[in-house]
């Protein structure tokens, strides 16, 4: 957070990533959370990516059966609601823009 603030009072553009599972990500704690830090430190930009692991793997690690979040679409409208000067981009790539030869498709 020290090197966040740093780098807003010397005018650079800042930027977190936000690695989003839903009913972990998204739980109301965590949102709270999110919101204070963003609050704290007026950061630019949250960049949205997907943590891309087993769920099943993830949550017994956790030691969790993923509780209830508000929803990963509704985190983000609050957080846009809360901070109209946020970015929140993503920046993977779905599975309708990959070339098709890369999903096995030759046609």
């Keep these: 957070m020290e090197s966040i603030h740093r ?4 005018g650079v553009f800042t930027a977190i990533n936000l690695l989003v599972f839903p009913g972990i990500t998204d ?3 965590e949102v709270d ?7 704290q430190t ?23 059966d ?3 979040g508000v929803g990963i679409p509704q985190m983000l409208d609050l957080l846009r609601e809360k901070f109209p000067h946020l970015i929140i981009g993503y920046f993977n790539k779905t ?9 096995g498709d030759s046609t």
Excluded: C, H, W
């Design 7 to 10: 780098a807003r009072e010397r």
């Design 27 to 29: 739980q109301e704690e």
């Design 33 to 39: 959370g999110l919101i204070s830090f963003i609050r």
């Design 42 to 64: 007026n950061i630019d930009m949250v960049q949205v990516r997907n943590l891309n692991i087993d769920p099943d793997l993830y949550l017994q690690a956790l030691g969790s």
């Design 66 to 68: 993923g509780g209830k």
């Design 95 to 103: 599975r309708e823009t990959f070339p098709r030869a890369s999903l």
